[in-house]
């Protein structure tokens, strides 16, 4: 069989998959819309998320549950020290990036300060455009107790059985020691506890279940939402810090390595017959 | 300018220096310049530096590209929007970077900066030290494979994302050239991530479109021990690269000479195969093809016929002094030349 022949066999075959497909028009509204993601019961702490859809253009609804009356400040990576406080509407918050900003990750931050307590619920969001590097946010602590993570994905997710650094701080210094509470929408609890430098290593665990990846998003898109938290007591005050975000599927839930490795020995094979030794010349 | 380099360099050992420091930025760069898009020299490379890989330092217009046709104009023609900020602009600043970085340094890009073209030669030489049987591409046959690049940067870099867009075409083949381009897998592997190596099992298309992915890349992987730089001769990248090339700085400039007829070595020295180089002069000879690799000036035996210039100058000419210099380590078709020991007894008595 000539190569031109498997190509075009490998042509054909792709032209029937196309076509086995869905080709009528999709509504392309659904492109990463989020299952259930809302702040609702899953935990008993504050968390803040939002019922937006990555890379959604416009405004984006954020909610925080377990924290009534809380408010609600907004970070630009372009300014990390500087904070504007978002106008509430309704039971929630509709956002976009700040004025002056190209867009990128924001850090938004909802407080409530009670008798004797300090709450804060924190979620980092990327809104459209290229935007600044959010390093500087992540890198400017606030004062109080503070939660963060020390990198977020560029253009991609955190996952499952992936590991990603956080830091907590007090006052804007290091917290050795502290306890650091992991919780997922998917049900798993785990606890970690912060370095001498106050940062913790989170690993995701692995508690997707088949059921809970979307057929429509698939393991790029499926999400569902995280909480870290962390407590501290500071003269008779209890502080208590969370940060959500979300996490997807390990992207070889959906794939195969033995299946990659299958076709590149293909390939390797259609090569081959231009692989010879050169003949030695002869005196 | 180039020839004014101390007497052991030569241009390819110059080019492979660049290569070696462009490679490293291209697939591991982050670890330097900064983990996030903001951070990154470009992203929109005239090279295959990929986004999927994210440890690197800046990645390829030709994601944003399909990106965009994707989700702005094939969007915006189905909504019947007026055309906007909002559809063309982030279009023309996609294409706008690509056309300052490719205004600059133009097609050197592909055999200076592209790190899938610096791996097919690295397994090149690898396949010349193991005495492969080298093959070279025809006259004849070039012009049933020089119209591929074409037809898969009109396809599926800008026809299928934007059919994608309208909802003609699936949503799933929103960035089609990147599910099939083996510098996906090259880079990600490279920087220890197997997840592009692995196939999408979650739909018939993404399993066709990952299979021809991963034979593409064990294909090239092989084929470059054999073959001079083989994915480069379909790249739609070097289709890209072409449309602007007599309107970059850098260019390759051959003036008419009568010896070139019966010569021919500027041929057998170029790694793409381009027989124009040897047929033709002015801007005939500066091929769609071309790599600006350079080789052609280094192996022309005349001094003045072939040159690289960046604007008026001329960066680096051929010179028969640097022929002989260079013949002498490596044939004009990539062979090296065996390393000859002579004794100490016998140089004296040469001299």
Not at chain 2, 303 to 330: C, H, L, M, T
Request: aromatic share 8%.
């Amino acid at each position: 069989m000539r190569l031109s022949h498997c190509v075009t066999a490998l042509f054909l075959g792709l032209g029937v998959a196309v076509f086995s497909d869905t080709v009528q028009a999709q509504e392309h509204a659904e492109h990463g819309r989020a299952r259930s993601s809302l702040p609702v019961q899953w935990s008993a702490l504050p968390l803040l998320q939002s019922q937006g859809r990555p890379g959604e253009r416009g405004a984006v609804a954020f909610r925080v549950a377990g924290m009534p009356e809380a408010e609600l400040r907004v970070f630009a990576p372009e300014s990390p020290g500087h904070s504007v406080l978002a106008d509430k509407q309704g039971d929630g918050w509709q956002l976009a990036a700040l004025p002056g900003s190209q867009g990128g990750y924001h850090w938004l931050l909802a407080e409530r300060v009670e008798s004797g307590k300090v709450l804060r619920a924190a979620t980092i969001w990327s809104f459209p455009g290229k935007g600044s590097s959010p390093q500087g946010l992540l890198q400017t602590p606030l004062a109080g107790l503070d939660l963060r993570p020390v990198r977020v994905p560029d253009k991609g997710a955190f996952r499952e059985n992936s590991s990603w650094t956080f830091r907590v701080t007090w006052e804007g210094l290091p917290l050795p020691g502290q306890e650091v509470l992991l919780e997922t929408e998917n049900g798993s609890h785990q606890r970690f506890v912060s370095g001498s430098d106050g940062v913790v290593k989170v690993l995701f665990p692995a508690d997707y279940s088949a059921d809970a990846i979307d057929p429509a998003l698939g393991a790029v898109r499926t999400r569902k939402a995280y909480l870290l938290s962390v407590a501290h007591e500071h003269e008779g005050v209890q502080h208590l810090s969370t940060f959500s975000q979300f996490y997807s599927p390990a992207l070889l839930r959906e794939r195969s390595l033995m299946w990659g490795a299958v076709f590149a020995g293909v390939g390797m094979l259609l090569a081959v017959p231009l692989i010879r030794r050169r003949e030695k010349k002869h005196a | 300018m180039l020839e004014r380099l101390p007497s052991s360099w030569n241009l390819a050992r110059l080019r492979l220096v660049v290569q070696l420091f462009t490679f490293f930025l291209t697939v591991w760069g982050s670890t330097v310049l900064g983990y996030y898009a903001a951070d990154k020299i470009s992203t929109a490379l005239p090279a295959l530096s990929c986004a999927y890989d994210q440890q690197n330092g800046g990645y390829c217009v030709l994601i944003p590209l399909q990106h965009q046709m994707h989700h702005r104009i094939g969007e915006a023609l189905v909504k019947a929007q007026q055309i906007s900020q909002q559809v063309l602009l982030p279009t023309l600043i996609s294409l706008g970077s690509f056309a300052l970085f490719f205004f600059v340094l133009g097609k050197a890009f592909c055999a200076w900066v592209c790190p899938l073209g610096t791996v097919q030669e690295w397994l090149n030489r690898l396949g010349r030290r193991l005495s492969l049987q080298q093959n070279a591409i025809a006259p004849r046959a070039t012009a049933r494979v020089r119209p591929w690049k074409w037809l898969i940067l009109l396809s599926l870099v800008f026809a299928v994302p934007l059919a994608a867009g309208m909802g003609v075409a699936p949503h799933s083949l929103g960035n089609p050239y990147c599910d099939v381009c083996p510098s996906r897998v090259v880079t990600t592997l490279l920087s220890g991530n197997v997840d592009e190596f692995a196939v999408n099992e979650s739909s018939w298309l993404k399993f066709a479109l990952g299979a021809v992915a991963n034979t593409l890349f064990g294909f090239v992987v092989i084929a470059a021990l054999a073959l001079r730089q083989p994915f480069c001769r379909i790249c739609p990248m070097l289709a890209m690269n072409a449309m602007l090339r007599h309107a970059s700085l850098t260019r390759l400039v051959k003036r008419q000479s009568d010896k070139c007829e019966k010569c021919g070595i500027c041929h057998k020295a170029c790694p793409m195969d381009i027989h124009e180089i040897h047929t033709e002069h002015g801007r005939k000879a500066f091929h769609e093809d071309c790599t600006l690799c350079g080789r052609c000036v280094e192996y022309c035996p005349d001094d003045g016929v072939i040159s690289i210039r960046f604007g008026p100058w001329a960066v680096f000419q051929s010179s028969r002094n640097y022929y002989k210099q260079r013949v002498k380590n490596e044939s004009p078709n990539g062979d090296p030349k065996p390393i000859r020991f002579v004794r100490k007894k016998d140089v004296a008595d040469l001299a």
